[in-house]
């Protein structure tokens, strides 16, 4: 018996171990990225995490907000996903971690395993709309952004995400503007997006 309560013992501060070496891992890959998510690509995400608060990357379209992580909250998070594999919230809550710091690779299979665990939320398939334009999977984002509109038309950050898509990055100007002004229809009170949108619709075409 005393045999088996080591073990135990051992495998207890080994998992210990584990997660506090992926924690300071994630401290270091945080630290490393925060200067190039200043000069990011334009497009907003909304990320709403337990103890509240909202964090938003942007750059092209205009400077936008950004959140730290809470190492509290990360160590939190690993607890419940090891009780629950499959809670839609926290998957969508680490995905949304990792995509802060811009590891899209793993951010990708945190959004994944949300979408089959939940997949009518809005939520799960903006997140993936920006993991995918990261990943310059272009089409896959529109995809994603397309399901939230059809979800929500009147959803601001969706609309003002495919204008960033459609006009800097798909080369369709005229489809993005269409978005923009569905932003400033919609009057949002993130005066941030509204006034990106506003100069969007009145920046020159481009040459």
């Known amino acids: 018996m005393t045999d088996t309560l080591d073990k135990n013992a051992l495998l207890g501060g080994g998992q210990k171990l584990i997660l506090l070496a992926l924690i300071a891992a994630i401290a270091v890959m945080f630290l490393g990225s925060f200067l190039y998510r200043m000069k990011s690509t334009g497009l907003v995400v909304e990320v709403q995490q337990e103890r509240g608060g909202m964090g938003a990357m942007g750059g092209q379209g205009g400077p936008m907000g950004m959140m730290g992580v ?65 990943r310059k999977e272009y089409d896959l984002a529109k995809k994603s952004f397309d399901t939230v509109l059809k979800k929500d038309p009147e959803d601001v950050l969706a609309h003002y995400n495919m204008g960033i898509l459609l006009k800097h990055y798909m080369k369709k100007p005229a489809e993005g503007d269409a978005h923009f002004r569905r932003v400033v229809q919609l009057n949002p009170k993130d005066q941030d997006v509204l006034k990106s949108a506003q100069e969007e619709l009145a920046a020159p075409p481009a040459q």
Not at 83 to 110: C, G, I, R
């Open 70 to 134: 809470d190492m509290d909250q990360l160590r939190e998070l690993m607890r419940k996903m090891e009780t629950d594999p499959n809670d839609p919230k926290v998957l969508l809550e680490l995905a949304n971690t990792f995509m802060m710091m811009q590891a899209w690779d793993k951010s990708l299979e945190f959004v994944t395993l949300a979408a089959k665990a939940a997949p009518e939320d809005p939520n799960v398939h903006r997140a993936m709309g920006m993991v995918r334009f990261e």
